[in-house]
């Protein structure tokens, strides 16, 4: 069934009402008529089955149904990447999404080329991570944060509590992600940690081996921001 974004403070009182692009989308393009029955999600972990009762010039009303069972995860996995060029960070963001990454940090390291993102990319970033969790049955939304400098970011993860912290790293040879997460307990957060195209400097990986992160490896060959997020992401969440 079809399953839909509703910002929670549209719903109250198990009514929700949508309207702008939502309810062009909703009325407009798919073409949903009172008493269809849709999946909606506030993005906060709640997921609902719904009933359109209403539909006017601008908006759509409707009233909730029942509540569908979905189970946040209990370990989070952040992703801090630094940004690939044009379409591949949509990618990217829209992967990240759909594999179930709790929010992505854009990072900026000594050889980023990119360092900013406009406020219209940024919008448009948040509508790729809305889109791609409303497509894969998403309760929660993954988040997109402002750029942050890599050293800032370390020294922000260090100091969590319940965290592991992961570096892929094209030098190392044997620590694989599989190992570094065997029988792990008492852990709430997992913050991978991905480079820009020419990879980190020295100086960064020797700060951030100092401070609690681990160098894993990806394989043998070097692979493009957008691969290695992904492929690190997935072998994380295979551990879980």
């Known amino acids: 069934m079809p399953h839909f974004y509703i910002n929670p403070k549209d719903i109250n009182n198990n009514l929700f009402i949508v309207t702008d692009e ?22 906060l972990g709640n997921s ?18 029942s509540k569908i069972p979905f189970v946040l995860p209990k370990i989070k996995v952040s992703l801090y990447t630094a940004i690939a060029k044009g379409e591949r960070f949509e990618w990217l963001i829209e992967k990240s999404a759909e594999i179930g990454i709790s929010k992505i940090i854009p990072l900026i390291t000594s050889r ?19 889109s791609a969790s409303s497509q894969c049955g998403r309760a929660d939304l993954m988040s997109i944060e402002q750029p942050v400098k890599f050293i800032s970011a370390v020294d922000i993860v260090a100091k969590q509590a319940g965290t592991i912290n992961i570096i ?6 044997s620590n694989i992600i599989d190992t570094l997460l065997k029988n792990i307990t008492g852990i ?3 913050n991978i940690f991905i480079g820009p195209e020419g990879g980190f400097e020295n100086t960064e990986t020797e700060y951030a081996f100092k401070n609690n992160l681990h160098a894993v490896t990806l394989g043998k060959n070097i692979l493009r921001i957008e ?6 992401s997935v072998l994380v969440m295979n551990n879980l």
Request: include cysteine.
């Open 22 to 43: 939502q309810f062009h989308y909703l009325a407009g393009v798919r073409r949903f008529n009172v008493g269809d029955e849709i999946n909606i999600f506030d993005g």
């Open 48 to 65: 609902y089955l719904a009933k359109i009762t209403a539909i006017s010039k601008n908006s759509l009303n409707g009233q909730i149904v």
């Open 112 to 130: 980023s080329v990119l360092t900013e993102i406009s406020d219209n990319k940024f919008e448009r970033y948040r509508k790729i991570s809305v």
């Open 168 to 173: 892929p790293w094209e030098c190392e040879q």
């Open 188 to 190: 709430k957060n997992i």
């Open 227 to 232: 691969t290695a997020s992904i492929v690190a």
